[in-house]
């Protein structure tokens, strides 16, 4: 039993109607019984047909009320899962941007996707069967029992004592099941893998010259995976045939004991069909249970992960501008100043720090390179500078204002962000450049793309800027990416630009030309410029150098060539090239 | 329609166990039918007192024996039913592979959005269900309708046919119905699907933009009224459901009655004994039970189509466009027109690459991908071939490869024509591409990709020839190491590294070399760079690049644009002769570090 599950809102009201239903519904399985028992042995006494029209009746009766309680149960619990997982959706949707792009990296696009869309849809489907499964198993066996105590005292003792020793089998079967497949999981995960790795591979093998001959290694293993489901499925099925054995075999012993009492006369027909229509109904509400057994631990599951997501500590300012600050606005100007003091970023407790003890004293406008080798902390540092991480140690004045971190819509307000491949939505071009300022007109638009350097793509496009672009539509070169990304920072008019590796990956003749477009671009904001193509240090105001989560040097090109520092080192090192 | 193709010659392959399953899902209803029967029978019969229990005997061993054998059988069902859906599936990706090694090639460039090839795997997972949830319930249904109503008519056969009515609310009209009402609406539902599963993945994977715009909230408020309206449209069928349920049961209500009077009648009548009467109403309730998953099963119909048209089309494009040729030569069953033998001896010498007024395109309507490309590549030579996406890159390496026929002039390999050489071509032309492929199996086993025979010396000389041999040794497992567990410990440089080894165990005349370092860092770039260049000394190397890092080891720099070449010569012609490549140079190396 889930015990979150008492905690959901409308879950108190839901339950009592659903307990309730499930009262009468069993009270009219009884009834249902009787009634076509006792039809049926007064015809095998031989009264005709019209005097039991009544009698046929009520069981018709009792057997629609039952289905009826049924459907209202359904619809009840339906209404129920639909809201809760919905509200709990919702809750993770908002928590999701909330906790930020640096998140959703780490917990992989897929999982997230997958888990708000599946998870979702998995939960609400728990719900929705473990509400009437519960008030099942909780009331109609009992219900039934204590009829069929008062009929019959023995077929009462046969079917109380079938049900532990059913549930037992059950469990025991399931558990070594379960052991079963831990053991063989690793071989079983790599034979269900084999196949789409093999395809996911396939151009690899046909360039080493084994596409051909790997069909056959794809049967075989397929054969080996189905000798390895079978294996499991084995044990696995075992318990339901437990469930069905049990279930089956009480029926048949409670049958025939009737029927050796009612030779001996100990008791009467319709006691004897009555206690026999009841057996099977008595086991139902737990054959149940075990058939949506993997759906409802899968649902349990999915609600269990969004929740741990709900739970994640927020890492942001969120509490200071729930306080009444949201409206502090801030702003950038050539006379602002922001410094970083103590900057440290350690992304789990006890772990090494990304950052380390960084300070900063940055004034108005200008280009500022951040270089450093692989792991030095650039990322970090422009995750920190564009608001999206909150350091763990460290604070930040800006303009003599004390800020805790700039995790602050105000400060992301005054910010664009461009980063190695930025995505491109499915939409239309000039959407996208809109994308942070929506309602600029379109001759504004057209000025950003021409900025951008746009324009002669543009023209090549057969419906222009409103051709569709991103996923679903047509798919942009890394080059056009990027100009779409600074025609978008271009339009937004922003005075800080964040850029974290918007060249490295593109062929040299685009960056050159990229290089060109961006430039003037540059001229009157603060960009912050993380890379390592030296080629843009020359260009910098300031370059800040980056050595194991550390600050090592800052200062022109000139300055550090001049100092023949850490800067000097990495220069040299990588212009080494290739021996 | 082509996409039955996936599913109708596997019923003709196992029809046998068809039979079987069938057979075994008739008995599994019977049993539990047969149990009810002869209960019903023996507390009746035990009702008129009989003076021995021998009277009874038979009936209790029936009922016994029913009762234990409904589980058994089912058991053996489910077993044998999922035993041949696992056969039916292995064909099935044999068969999917079969179809796609061919193009394996021109996959990349098909299949540019998403992983289509995780969807088509999961495509035939899914066509399991066809047989299991859809095919075997509607079958052992029908049969039992059959049955049943027949068994019926052995007593009166008029009633039989009334019964016959009841069912056939069940088994035909109730899922036609079902269909009629769901087909759309499970339509619209999954197009809804797909459409937050795109917006939603948008949405994360644009998240920083969201965070920066201070839309976010914009979005989700955008994000759940279509989620809402997805809930409509499920709570629809939800309540379908439901309704098909309810109306599914007054059915059964309904039949108990009829049978509750017919079997009155024909008792007054002498046609039956007094002893029958409950047998024959209390057998109603289990038959029905069988009945009543049809619907279900007919409902699921519609869900598969999505996967069989996937399927279906994959099979149809491979006669079209890019890979007509490919699929040309796959179906003349001429692997190539070149021997084994002659690859062999070609592959032992030194190797003459040539291309001469090469031009590509791929039909008489589209524009040329390649225009008059000549290469001169004696054994030994090295070039680099830079340019944008689209100016031809990729179109020369799979001419060079062998995968495309050149629409005019020759591409040969010591005057042997390359797409002759075709399946071959492995054996003579070694690739290293941008993300090679590393499979769920041992550092060892990928390794040995590139020569089965390879001894486990020969993967530890690669090993140490690329620099990876401490690394490995490192590890708890050492080269035993399954390849998943190091996906976490394996930088993108070290799994180039793997795959440079493999390339070495082929140890062919000719390597290409396409972009293998993009999106490494400088340092690790230029540590793989001098580690193939030391590793391939005496090997012809075509070496496509984004950059001019290493440019100065090559004997010749190739520009394309637009299908042509724009400017070729050494690193130090051009240095000395064109301003454009001083200028891209020193992009790599600026003058401004040139420090002395």
């Known amino acids: ?579 | 329609m082509r996409e039955e193709s996936w599913l109708r010659p596997y019923v003709r392959t196992y029809w046998g166990r068809f039979l079987i399953i069938i057979a075994l899902g008739c008995l599994t209803i019977l049993t539990a039918s047969m149990l009810m029967f002869t209960s019903g029978f023996l507390i009746s019969k035990a009702a008129l007192r009989p003076e021995n229990i021998l009277m009874v005997y038979v009936p209790i061993v029936l009922v016994r024996t029913f009762g234990i054998s409904r589980s058994v059988v089912h058991y053996v069902e489910r077993l044998v039913s999922h035993d041949a859906v696992l056969r039916i599936v292995s064909l099935m990706r044999t068969r999917l592979y079969r179809i796609l090694e061919p193009q394996a090639l021109f996959i990349s460039s098909r299949f540019r959005t998403g992983d289509m090839l995780g969807v088509l795997s999961d495509d035939i997972q899914y066509l399991q269900d066809v047989y299991l949830r859809t095919v075997f319930p509607s079958l052992i249904a029908l049969v039992m309708y059959v049955g049943s109503i027949a068994a019926l008519g052995f007593f009166d056969i008029r009633f039989a046919l009334f019964m016959a009515l009841y069912v056939f609310i069940l088994v035909a009209v109730l899922p036609w119905v079902s269909l009629l009402i769901t087909k759309a609406k499970s339509r619209l539902a999954k197009q809804q699907r797909n459409n937050l599963y795109s917006k939603l993945t948008d949405a994360v994977l644009g998240m920083s933009d969201w965070v920066i715009s201070g839309r976010q909230s914009q979005f989700v408020a955008a994000y759940e009224a279509d989620e809402q309206e997805a809930a409509r449209v499920n709570g629809q069928l939800k309540s379908w459901a439901r309704w098909r349920q309810l109306i599914g049961q007054v059915v059964v209500g309904l039949s108990v009655i009829s049978m509750v009077i017919w079997a009155a009648h024909e008792y007054a009548g002498g046609h039956i004994s007094a002893t029958l009467i409950a047998a024959f109403v209390l057998v109603v309730f289990p038959l029905m039970d069988a009945f009543m998953p049809v619907s279900e099963a007919i409902e699921k119909i519609p869900s598969y189509q999505t996967s069989l048209q996937r399927l279906g089309e994959i099979e149809r494009t491979d006669g079209d466009g890019a890979t007509c040729e490919t699929a040309d030569r796959v179906a003349g069953e001429k692997t190539s027109g070149v021997s084994a033998e002659e690859v062999r001896s070609l592959a032992a010498s030194d190797v003459h690459l040539t291309v001469q007024h090469v031009s590509y395109r791929y039909d008489e309507a589209s524009p040329w991908s390649l225009q008059d490309v000549s290469l001169d590549l004696p054994q030994g030579k090295r070039i680099a071939i830079i340019g944008r996406s689209g100016a031809g890159k990729s179109t020369l390496l799979k001419l060079i490869e062998g995968a495309l026929k050149p629409s005019s002039g020759t591409v040969s390999l010591n005057g042997t024509d390359a797409f002759a050489i075709g399946d071959h071509m492995p054996q003579v032309v070694s690739v290293l591409n941008q993300s090679p492929h590393l499979f769920d199996t041992t550092v060892a086993n990928n390794i040995r990709l590139g020569d089965r025979d390879a001894e486990d010396e020969d993967i530890q000389r690669a090993a140490a020839q690329v620099k990876l041999d401490q690394l490995i040794e490192s590890l708890p497992l050492g080269y035993k190491t399954p390849m998943h567990e190091t996906g976490q410990r394996f930088s993108g440089g070290e799994r180039q590294r793997i795959a440079l080894a493999r390339v070495l165990l082929q140890n062919n005349p000719v390597v290409v070399l396409d972009e293998p370092t993009v999106g490494l860092d400088p340092r690790t770039e230029n540590d793989l760079l001098a580690t193939i260049l030391d590793t391939m000394k005496g090997k012809s190397l075509i070496w496509v690049t984004h950059h001019l890092a290493g440019a100065e080891h090559m004997d010749e720099i190739i520009f394309m644009e637009n299908g042509r070449i724009e400017m070729r010569g050494s690193h130090a012609e051009l240095m000395e002769t064109s301003e454009r490549y001083r200028n891209l140079y020193r992009l790599d190396r600026p003058e401004a570090f040139m420090v002395k």
């Open chain 1, 1 to 579: 039993m889930d015990r979150n599950l008492l905690g959901y809102k409308g879950i108190k009201p839901t339950l009592a109607a659903v307990l309730l239903l499930t009262l009468v519904q069993s009270v009219s399985i009884v009834l249902l019984a009787r009634w076509l028992a006792e039809v049926l042995s007064a015809l095998f006494a031989g009264e005709p047909l019209h005097t039991q029209y009544n009698k046929i009746m009520m069981f018709l009766g009792a057997f629609l009320v039952r289905h009826i309680m049924g459907f209202i149960q359904q619809k009840i619990s339906y209404a129920f899962a639909e809201r809760t997982g919905a509200s709990l959706r919702k809750q993770v949707m908002e928590k999701l941007f909330q906790l930020g792009p640096r998140f959703a990296k780490q917990e992989g696009t897929g999982n997230l996707v997958t888990l708000v869309l599946e998870g979702a849809s998995k939960f609400r489907n728990y719900l929705e069967l473990i509400v009437p499964r519960m008030a099942g198993i909780s009331i109609i066996p009992w219900v039934i029992l204590i009829y069929i105590f008062m009929q019959d005292i023995t077929s009462g003792i046969i079917l109380i004592l079938a049900m532990p020793i059913l549930i037992v089998f059950m469990i025991l079967i399931g558990l070594a099941a379960r052991k079963h497949t831990e053991k063989q999981l690793d071989t079983y995960r790599t034979l269900s893998n084999h196949f789409v790795d093999s395809l996911r591979g396939l151009e690899t093998l046909k360039l080493l010259g084994q596409g051909r001959s790997h069909s056959d290694t794809i049967a075989r293993v397929s054969d080996r995976y189905r000798s390895a489901t079978m294996r499991t499925l084995r044990v696995a099925f075992m318990s339901s045939f437990a469930l069905d054995f049990f279930t089956m075999l009480s029926v048949a012993v409670v049958a025939v004991g009737l029927g050796l009492r009612l030779i001996n006369g100990e008791i009467t027909l319709v006691t004897g069909l009555t206690v026999l229509i009841l057996a099977p109904e008595y086991f139902l509400p737990v054959r149940m249970v075990g058939a949506d057994f993997h759906a409802t631990l899968d649902g349990k599951e999915a609600g269990a992960a969004m929740q741990l997501i709900i739970d994640e500590p927020l890492n942001q300012e969120s509490d200071m501008e729930h306080a009444g600050q949201e409206e502090r606005k801030l702003s950038w100007t050539k006379d602002s100043c922001l410094s970083l003091s103590g900057i440290g970023v350690q992304h789990q407790q006890k772990g090494p720090h990304s950052l380390d003890q960084v300070s900063l004293n940055i004034h108005g406008m200008g280009k500022i390179g951040i270089i450093g080798a692989s792991g030095a902390g650039k990322s970090t540092l422009i995750d920190v500078l564009g608001g999206f991480l909150k350091p763990s140690e460290g604070s930040v004045i800006l303009d003599s204002q004390q800020l805790g971190s700039l995790t602050t819509n105000a400060w992301r307000k005054l910010t664009t962000y461009i980063p190695q491949h930025p995505y491109i939505f499915g939409s239309t071009l000039a959407e996208n450049i809109r994308f942070y300022a929506p309602d600029k007109a379109a001759s504004d638009v057209e000025r950003a793309a021409a900025a951008a350097g746009l324009s002669e793509l543009i023209r090549t496009l057969p419906h222009g800027a409103e051709e569709m672009i991103g996923n679903g539509g047509r798919q942009l070169s890394g080059g056009q990416e990027q100009r779409v990304a600074l025609a978008r920072a271009f339009l937004s008019d922003r005075p800080v630009m964040l850029l974290d590796e918007p060249t490295a990956h593109l062929d040299i003749e685009t960056e050159y030309e990229l290089k060109q477009t961006m430039l003037p671009l540059f001229e009157n904001k603060l960009v912050f410029l993380a890379t390592h193509r030296l080629h843009w240090m020359p260009d910098m105001d300031l370059i800040i150098v980056l050595e194991h989560g550390r600050v090592a040097e800052t200062g022109t090109h000139e300055e550090l060539i001049a100092r023949r520092g850490t800067y000097y080192e990495l220069t040299q090192s990588q212009l080494g090239g290739v021996e």
